[in-house]
């Protein structure tokens, strides 16, 4: 199993920007996907961004599109989430995930369901004032 380390959060102004990494340890032998998911206390973790480590197929969520870009290095397993213009309702815990793609008629993406992932980072808080 990749174990996975997120660094980059903080706090900033609403209308900055912020660059979250994830760095995975071990070995991976096939396609795999990357994502980041977001978290406030009393609700639940939301997919952010995924990305195909194949073909770097990339999938965000509505209120994020736009602002946040999702990159990978498959060479080091690292992955990262470019976030500008961030709003107060960006703030949350962010968690890096690894997973597998799933197919459905014969095309592969990445799911979007926490449950779709099987390694997890430990979190990284983001503030963003207003």
């Known amino acids: 199993q990749v174990q996975m380390m997120e660094s980059g959060g903080g706090s900033v102004q609403t209308g900055g920007s912020l660059r979250l990494s994830c760095v995975g340890s071990?070995?991976?032998?096939?396609?795999?996907?990357m994502a980041w998911f977001r978290q406030i206390p009393g609700k639940e973790r939301e997919p952010v961004a995924t990305i195909y480590s194949a073909d770097h197929t990339t999938t965000y969520a509505d209120s994020v599109k736009g602002r946040f870009t999702i990159s990978l290095d498959n060479t080091r397993l690292t992955h990262t989430l470019q976030m500008n213009s961030l709003k107060p309702e960006d703030a949350a815990t962010y968690y890096c995930?690894?997973?597998?793609?799933?197919?459905?008629?014969?095309?592969?993406?990445?799911?979007?369901?926490?449950?779709?992932?099987?390694?997890w980072g430990q979190g990284t808080q983001v503030i963003v004032s207003s």
């Open positions: 995930a690894k997973g597998n793609p799933v197919v459905s008629d014969g095309v592969f993406s990445c799911p979007t369901a926490p449950s779709g992932f099987d390694s």
């Open positions: 071990g070995s991976v032998t096939s396609t795999y996907c």
